[in-house]
């Protein structure tokens, strides 16, 4: 079969311009979500003047409200065609709004008030999911080909880990540079973090126009089919959909692990060892560096391992990696090597990078599948559940850091933390994330489209549509 049938089927090549403009979408995402992850609960509890307790209760009533709010979208998004494109018209809708909670997150002018943390946090999710939830489906909308898709993938999860070293190695250099007092720690600075969030949350908005003008849909069900979705087709597809509920599950240890880890960074950098912002930056932009090195390399280590294959070895990877970390920081006269601890963060942060970036390769597949088992391509809906399931995990890292936090006496105006307090750190650093990994591994294992049945899967449909 030519490329011009091929493409007549649904296979379409993109364009590196293409590919790109798709990548930026996250990239752009990436600049809010990674500074939630990394420093939102930083800041509610050093500068913003909430106590961990407090902010872990706020993570999680956040979440709830997703739970709720994330199928109205992905509902509204299925059986909705606005004239700017189904999916594509909420990176401009939604982004807008995204851009100003976000900025509205990191102000201090309401110091301590906890109405105006979780209004703004509530309206920053809702914004997010608003931008998630289509913004996923889009990548399902442009071909069926499987390995234009893991090109596709890998270019999107290059380019997010490229917002993510932005915030991880940029925030602390930003701030400081706000900073009029020019303090080493960063609990001192207030106005420079809403000055931070401004520049990250305008060139975001400007990426997701970029992205917007690049995308288009091709492999969509027709209006007819799909302006009768309802709210009650999420759990239909969820109970009826066997690899996307094995996903689903995957995305909750697999984003419970990386908020978790990336929430308490600052906290270790901080407290255990008593690093330097210039010391910050580099730990937590050495969780996103390895992806330069490994995402453009995942088509041929899939084609080398399998699919299975890559997940087994690179989640091991990361587990390795924290039990170096854990060493490390136990022994006091290696941890007062700096490049030690740079080292076991690399290696930690490459099996996680891989494993999570190409978890989002499966997406478009769960949704050839169930439009194979029973007619509909409702791509926003299943979005909306795994975006339900990822920010269930998003929750863990507010909502575990905070709790443990609290359970081990962390007191941000004590000259320094007990020991108790330090383990309680070193415990969301790398073995409650450990434990996951361990977790996901076993998930994965339970997952049956291999490349071949997807083909196979999709060539019938096609066949159907005919």
């Known amino acids: 079969m030519n490329n011009t049938q091929n493409e007549a089927n649904g296979f379409y090549k993109l364009s590196w311009i293409q590919r790109i403009g798709f990548g930026s979408g996250d990239l752009a995402q990436n600049l809010i979500y990674q500074t939630i992850s990394m420093y939102l609960l930083f800041f509610y509890t050093n500068v913003y003047g909430l106590s961990p307790a407090a902010a872990a209760v706020m993570f999680l009533v956040v979440r709830i409200v997703d739970v709720v709010w994330d199928p109205i979208v992905g509902a509204f998004v299925d059986s909705h065609n606005p004239r700017l494109g189904k999916y594509r018209a909420y990176l401009v809708l939604g982004g807008i709004p995204l851009t100003a909670f976000a900025i509205l997150c990191f102000w201090n002018g309401f110091s301590g008030s906890l109405v105006y943390a979780y209004v703004t946090y509530v309206g920053l999710s809702m914004c997010y999911t608003l931008i998630n939830v289509p913004y996923g489906a889009l990548n399902a909308s442009l071909t069926r080909d499987t390995h234009e898709i893991t090109v596709l993938t890998s270019t999107r999860m290059f380019m997010a880990n490229l917002g993510g070293l932005a915030v991880g190695m940029g925030i602390p250099y930003v701030v400081k540079f706000f900073d009029p007092n020019e303090t080493s720690d960063l609990s001192n600075h207030d106005y420079a973090w809403f000055a931070t969030m401004t520049i990250y949350g305008i060139v975001g908005l ?46 909750i240890t697999a984003f419970g692990l990386m908020a978790i880890s990336n929430s308490a960074g600052a906290y270790y950098i901080n407290y255990n060892l008593g690093g330097t912002a210039d010391e910050l930056s580099i730990f937590m932009g050495l969780g996103s560096i390895p992806a330069f090195i490994f995402m453009p390399m995942i088509p041929w280590i899939k084609k080398q391992v399998g699919k299975k294959g890559m997940f087994y070895i690179f989640l091991a990877t990361a587990i390795v990696g924290m039990g170096m970390l854990y060493a490390i920081s136990m022994i006091d006269a290696l941890k007062q090597h700096m490049w030690l601890v740079y080292v076991a963060q690399f290696v930690k942060s490459t099996g996680i990078i891989v494993a999570t970036g190409y978890m989002w390769a499966l997406v478009p597949e769960v949704i050839s599948y169930g439009e194979y088992t029973h007619g509909k391509r409702i791509s926003g809906i299943v979005n909306a559940l795994t975006g339900i399931f990822y920010k269930a995990g998003m929750a863990l890292g507010g909502v575990v850091p905070g709790l443990v936090l609290a359970f081990v006496g962390f007191d941000v105006d004590a000259p320094a933390q007990t020991a108790f307090a330090q383990q309680g750190i070193l415990w969301l650093v790398a073995v409650i994330p450990a434990a996951l990994l361990l977790l996901a591994m076993c998930i994965i294992s339970r997952y049956e489209l291999d490349d071949k049945r997807i083909d196979e899967i999709n060539a019938e449909i096609e066949r159907r549509n005919k």
């Open 206 to 251: 400007a990426l997701l126009i970029f992205c917007f003008t690049q995308c288009r849909e091709r492999v969509v069900m027709p209006k007819s089919e799909t302006e009768n979705v309802r709210v009650s087709d999420l759990w239909m597809e969820f109970m009826r959909n066997r690899p996307l509920r094995i996903l689903a599950f995957f995305f």
